[in-house]
């Protein structure tokens, strides 16, 4: 069993930052890799980040890359997602998500998932 926790989910103006964190606990043979996602409503699910638990894998979706960097602190368990000079467009709720190996951006891919936190922007 795997179980993963988002925090750090706000309320931004466009221009502004947050930070994600997902705290993560279970096996680690379960836990090689974690994965952002979002969904806005009425969306379906897409990808926007993962980075292998040892950091040496990472890959960002088009919308993030530039602007959002993610990071694994093997101390607290968490890998987390900081977003600068957030849109409108990124208003959705996020989720942080395990695989077992490598799966990138592939959705299938990943096995546990959290239960997200709501990311606000407003024009």
């Known amino acids: 069993q795997v179980q993963l926790v988002e925090s750090g989910g706000g309320l931004v103006q466009a221009g502004g930052s947050l930070r994600l964190s997902c705290k993560a606990s279970?096996?680690?043979?379960?836990?090689?890799?974690v994965g952002w996602f979002r969904q806005a409503p009425g969306k379906d699910r897409e990808f926007v980040a993962a980075?292998?638990?040892?950091?040496?894998?990472?890959m960002y979706a088009d919308s993030a890359k530039a602007r959002f960097t993610v990071s694994v602190d093997k101390v607290k368990n968490t890998v987390n997602l900081q977003m600068n000079s957030l849109e409108p467009e990124d208003m959705a709720i996020y989720y942080c998500?395990?695989?077992?190996?490598?799966?990138?951006?592939?959705?299938?891919?990943?096995?546990?998932w959290g239960q997200g936190t709501q990311v606000t922007v407003s024009a």
């Open positions: 998500a395990s695989a077992r190996v490598w799966n990138g951006s592939y959705r299938p891919g990943y096995e546990y």
């Open positions: 279970g096996r680690a043979d379960d836990l090689y890799a």
């Open positions: 980075i292998s638990w040892r950091g040496h894998q990472i």
